[in-house]
């Protein structure tokens, strides 16, 4: 595994952004986080993968899920992870191939020292010391990251820290699309908004453990990378051995980065898409609120008419029960003045011919 071949450990920095991947031969890669978003785009993969970023593990499990599944397909042999994927997919946690950093960060395990200052970068490292690699090359390990500027981080997330599009330019990372729009953005602790000094600790380890003989074991072939500027592992080139070097290598660059614009390019109609789909959603939304306003509106309207004509019909019926009622307090009237006048002329009568028998 490690006996014959160098490893390569490519990491996420901007200053991966000068090599192809396409020129890497006779050497063993690893890559990690979320740079497998690049490796979809330009059909490449890395020997091995490895995520300890708590963060990534917990909001992209997913993402590393299908590499595991698709592993063969991609020829990823091995993978190691944060304890945090295993506690997101159970179904993980014993499978063949994967090795979690809770098992192997001991002292007494190869390449490991019980380190409680864990970055992926340094890590990935001491992994490879523990698969057997003699010779380690350092890619893209820049340890630097910009300044936070707060208030940039709130023009690019909502309230809940999702962005609200893809970071673009990117100020930290090797391609534009590393953070994509609906991600979780991670905010460091406000004591590493301006600088994060852990990275170049980490490797300050590295260096003093496996590189104090003569024949060092990790270098770095990145030359913008704080570990060369601040003199902890110093630069050196990549051995052209290892690298398929043409002609035409200017020619792979330049269509590297002309894939980066159209990454660029692509983000942005899809995330024009998303941003149009919404904008129908919402018009059909309010069209169909509309509807349903009207159609309310109808069943309101409906309703007070059949209202008014129960209304009116009772107060009709009213009247004419008021005036049947009438006409019938009448008649009676009538007849009672009627009964009483008849009688009134019977007892004048009776009165009158008793009189006169007197």
């Not at 300050?204 to 003989?213: L, T, V």
């Not at 008014?308 to 009672?336: R, V």
């Not at 009134?344 to 011919?353: A, D, G, P, Q």
């Amino acid at each position: 595994m490690g006996e014959n071949k160098p490893l390569l450990v490519l990491g996420c920095g901007k200053s991966l952004a000068k090599y192809p991947f396409n020129l890497y031969q006779n050497i063993d890669t690893l890559g990690m986080n979320n740079a497998y978003r690049y490796w979809h785009k330009i059909g490449w993969y890395p020997t091995y993968y490895c995520c300890l970023d708590k963060m990534v593990s917990r909001y992209f499990y997913n993402d590393i899920k299908k590499l595991i599944k698709n592993r063969e397909k991609y020829g990823i042999k091995k993978f190691f992870l944060s304890e945090v994927f295993a506690k997101m997919c159970p179904k993980y946690r014993n499978f063949p191939g994967i090795y979690y950093i809770n098992q192997l960060n001991y002292s007494h395990i190869k390449g490991f020292s019980g380190d409680s200052q864990v970055t992926t970068g340094s890590f990935s490292v001491r992994f490879g010391i523990f698969l057997g690699y003699q010779k380690i090359y350092l890619l893209g390990i820049d340890a630097y990251y910009k300044p936070i500027n707060i208030d940039w981080v709130n023009s690019i997330t909502d309230s809940n820290m999702i962005l609200k599009k893809t970071v673009d330019p990117e100020p930290d990372y090797f391609f534009i699309g590393y953070r994509q729009k609906g991600d979780h953005f991670h905010l460091p602790p406000q004591r590493r908004w301006k600088n994060r000094y852990n990275h170049l600790s980490t490797f300050k380890k590295i260096n003093q453990e496996f590189n104090q003989n003569k024949s060092k074991i990790v270098i770095n072939s990145s030359p913008d990378s704080m570990l060369h500027k601040a003199n902890i592992l110093p630069y050196q080139q990549l051995p052209s051995k290892y690298t398929n070097i043409t002609k035409d290598s200017t020619k792979n660059l330049v269509q590297n980065k002309s894939l980066t614009k159209n990454n660029t390019t692509s983000l942005k109609k899809s995330d024009k898409k998303q941003s149009d789909k919404k904008i129908t959603k919402k018009s059909d939304k309010k069209k169909s609120d509309k509807k349903i306003t009207k159609k309310s509106d109808k069943k309101k309207s409906d309703k007070k008419k059949s209202d008014k004509k129960k209304s009116d019909k009772k107060k009709s019926d009213k009247k004419k029960s008021d005036k049947k009622i009438t006409k019938k307090l009448d008649k009676k009237k009538k007849k009672s003045n009627k009964n009483k006048s008849g009688k009134s002329v019977v007892f004048r009568k009776e009165t009158y011919l008793s009189y006169k028998t007197k």
